[in-house]
């Protein structure tokens, strides 16, 4: 299988990859969705994932809110793995034109791809809620900046907002607009590390009219019917190994 997707990476010259957070768990960062993500925070605070990163309750308790972002969505040692590096090469040689992908950790620059759609935002740009002003991850995660756990504009007082899309929160449109004009203009789509079951962003698929759809991931998706190729394995060994061959 890795022979086949070696040769529609070569037959490829606009290559899109769509990525979720299965593409960040290599890097060892959870997805604060899974099994293990839902029972430490029924455990720790009483709530969901979903309920805890949610619009409503960062209005509503914002002091509980950071405790739980920074312990559980913060990954400052992070590093780029074998996928990420992998698809910056696909860049590289030109035959990737995009990355658009759920997760928010920026590893997909850090590795250095260029053209990365981000639909659900990044923890390492923040902003203050009051005057705008931009901040780092460095400088909401110091203690010094914090009113308890709450970051605040040094400018103005103001809370500093991560510039992440939280649950009841619509995506920011011109991440979409180039996501959906990259997969629609793509002549392989390749997904991977995501069951595509959060909305709205899995929908963007639908707008793939290419060649080729490539599918890798370690679990089953409702789309693997669909798909050219589907492989059933961890994403770093597959793309690695596939650029490798080129």
């Known amino acids: 299988m ?20 299965g593409v960040s768990t290599e890097s060892n960062i959870p997805d604060f969705r899974s099994e293990q993500g839902l029972y430490n925070a029924k455990k720790d605070y009483g709530m969901s994932p979903e309920q805890m990163i949610s619009h409503s309750f960062f209005m509503r308790d914002t002091e509980t809110f950071f405790d739980y972002y920074k312990k559980n969505l913060i990954y400052r040692d992070a590093k780029p793995n074998k996928a990420h590096i992998a698809l910056a090469r696909l860049e590289e040689m030109g035959k990737l034109k995009a990355i658009a992908t759920q997760n928010i950790d920026g590893l997909h620059q850090m590795a250095g791809s260029k053209t990365v759609y981000e639909l659900h935002g990044s923890v390492l740009r923040n902003y203050c809620m009051e005057c705008g002003e931009s901040y780092d991850l460095d400088y909401i995660m110091d203690p010094a900046n914090c009113d308890g756990s709450i970051p605040k504009c040094q400018k103005c007082g103001g809370i500093v907002k991560p510039d992440v899309v939280l649950y009841e929160e619509s ?14 203009s793509a002549d392989t789509l390749i997904i991977g590390g995501t069951s595509l079951v959060v909305y709205p962003a899995a929908g963007f698929v639908h707008y793939f009219n290419g060649n080729k759809l490539v599918l890798i991931n370690k679990s089953q998706t409702a789309f693997d019917g669909k798909a050219d190729l589907v492989i059933n394995d961890a994403i770093g060994e597959v793309l690695g190994e596939a650029v490798d061959n080129l």
Do not use: C, P
């Not at 890795?2 to 957070?21: C, H, P, Q, W």
């Not at 995506?171 to 629609?184: N, P, Y």
């Open 2 to 21: 890795y022979e086949e997707l070696t040769k529609i990476l070569k037959e490829s010259s606009n290559i899109v990859f769509f990525g979720g957070a």
């Open 171 to 184: 995506l920011d449109e011109d991440q979409i607009t180039g996501a959906i004009d990259a997969i629609r």
